[in-house]
């Protein structure tokens, strides 16, 4: 499979720009990084939600990239089809990252 689409719903795109905003380097971890994964690979990693339809995945990013200078992670929730991966949700979680 090539590659697919990304299509952020309103409050995906707006949580990027937040985190664009807070962490200047976030854009490029975001389109060169996991937009770009995403688009390539949805499956690797993801869990599937039982019982949604369409099927829905979650998936973590890691927190080693608290040390690229992102104190959090991220769960994506998203549907996937031929052509498009739909990032339905995004969820930022805080680390505690001790100096």
């Known amino acids: 499979m090539g590659?697919?689409?990304?299509?952020?719903?309103?409050?995906v795109e707006a949580e990027?720009?937040?985190l664009t905003k807070k962490y200047p380097r976030f854009s490029e971890?975001?389109?060169?990084?996991?937009?770009?994964?995403?688009?390539?690979?949805?499956?690797?990693?993801a869990t599937e939600i039982p019982e949604t339809n369409p099927q829905t995945y979650?998936?973590?990013t890691s927190p080693h990239h608290a040390t690229m200078g992102f104190p959090f992670t991220?769960?994506?929730l998203y549907t996937v089809s031929d052509?498009?991966?739909r990032l339905l949700n995004v969820r930022v979680i805080e680390l505690s990252i001790e100096e």
Do not use: A, C, M, Q
């Open 3 to 11: 590659l697919r689409t990304i299509i952020e719903s309103p409050s």
């Open 58 to 60: 979650l998936l973590k």
């Open 74 to 76: 991220l769960t994506f």
């Open 83 to 85: 052509d498009e991966v």
């Open 16 to 18: 990027i720009n937040r």
């Open 29 to 45: 971890w975001w389109e060169l990084g996991w937009s770009w994964r995403l688009s390539r690979e949805p499956f690797l990693d």
